[in-house]
């Protein structure tokens, strides 16, 4: 729980200095859950595990071919070779095999980790500003690139449309807001022009028309104060 804004936002490492996803602001080192660190262990325990499951691989069926070649010469006409190259080929293709798919999981939880931890970053910021996002403003402090956090977002919102929206601002921008966190408590935003839908990208004309009345609807009650004071 970060002191100074409430929220159980996930920390963000820069150097030594720890900060917090949702207002920026320092935090103890572990704190809380890391975007940086989380997943890593598994990535790089994967990564080892399936270097030692190439190796375990070429190197025992390398060893296995060369010892059954080496006692087929010296036992001619004989099934030396095979009884001795096959148990060593069949034990470093069983450990080697078994190593490639052990660490293949390990780098998949450790993505899934990573991914989890930059999720709920997003929604603590969300939470935190109580307005739509953009890309450069979630790729700022999750330390992303905005081409990688766009496709992070745009992949939520396909995963769930219920909860992450996409709609195109009032100069062109990508918005994606937040169901129940950027619209709440009362909170206006400006009204945006398209409403898009993440797996097509087409804009949603509906949303075009809701924005039309709604600026006619504002202007109207603008104006109806101004009649009123030519009245008196």
Same mark, same amino acid.
């Given at each position: 729980?970060?002191?100074?804004?409430?929220?159980?936002?996930?920390?963000?490492?820069?150097?030594?200095?720890?900060?917090?996803?949702?207002?920026?602001?320092?935090?103890?080192?572990?704190?809380?859950?890391?975007?940086? +660190?989380?997943?890593?262990?598994?990535?790089?325990?994967?990564?080892?595990?399936?270097? @030692?499951?190439?190796?375990? @691989?070429?190197?025992?069926?390398?060893?296995?071919?060369?010892?059954?070649?080496?006692?087929?010469?010296?036992?001619?006409?004989?099934?030396?070779? =095979?009884?001795?190259?096959?148990?060593?080929?069949?034990?470093?293709?069983? +450990?080697?095999? +078994? @190593?490639?798919?052990?660490?293949?999981?390990?780098?998949?939880?450790?993505?899934?980790?990573?991914?989890?931890?930059?999720?709920?970053?997003?929604?603590?910021?969300?939470?935190?500003?109580?307005?739509?996002?953009?890309?450069?403003?979630?790729?700022?402090?999750?330390?992303?690139?905005?081409?990688?956090?766009?496709?992070? @977002?745009?992949?939520?919102?396909?995963?769930?449309?219920?909860?992450?929206?996409?709609? =195109?601002?009032?100069?062109?921008?990508?918005?994606?807001?937040?169901?129940?966190?950027?619209?709440?408590?009362?909170?206006?935003?400006?009204?945006?022009? +398209?409403?898009?839908?993440?797996?097509?990208?087409?804009?949603?004309?509906?949303?075009?028309?809701?924005?039309?009345?709604?600026?006619?609807?504002?202007?109207?009650?603008?104006?109806?104060?101004?009649?009123?004071?030519?009245?008196?």
């Amino acid at each position: 729980m970060c002191p100074h804004c409430g929220k159980n936002a996930p920390v963000i490492h820069r150097g030594l200095a720890a900060y917090c996803t949702a207002c920026g602001r320092e935090r103890l080192p572990f704190a809380g859950k890391s975007v940086s +660190l989380a997943g890593k262990p598994s990535r790089v325990g994967g990564a080892v595990a399936g270097a @030692l499951g190439w190796l375990v @691989l070429i190197g025992g069926i390398g060893l296995a071919l060369l010892l059954g070649l080496v006692a087929a010469a010296l036992f001619p006409g004989s099934i030396a070779g =095979l009884a001795i190259g096959l148990p060593i080929g069949f034990v470093a293709l069983t +450990l080697g095999v +078994l @190593l490639l798919i052990s660490g293949r999981k390990l780098s998949r939880s450790g993505v899934k980790a990573s991914r989890d931890a930059q999720i709920q970053a997003i929604f603590s910021l969300a939470s935190h500003r109580r307005r739509p996002l953009t890309a450069q403003e979630v790729g700022v402090v999750l330390d992303l690139p905005s081409s990688e956090a766009d496709t992070l @977002l745009t992949e939520l919102a396909k995963e769930r449309p219920d909860d992450v929206g996409v709609e =195109l601002g009032e100069h062109g921008e990508l918005l994606y807001t937040f169901s129940g966190i950027t619209g709440a408590a009362g909170v206006r935003f400006p009204q945006p022009s +398209l409403r898009i839908d993440p797996g097509h990208g087409a804009a949603d004309p509906a949303a075009r028309v809701f924005a039309e009345e709604f600026d006619e609807e504002e202007a109207g009650a603008s104006r109806a104060p101004r009649r009123r004071e030519r009245l008196r």
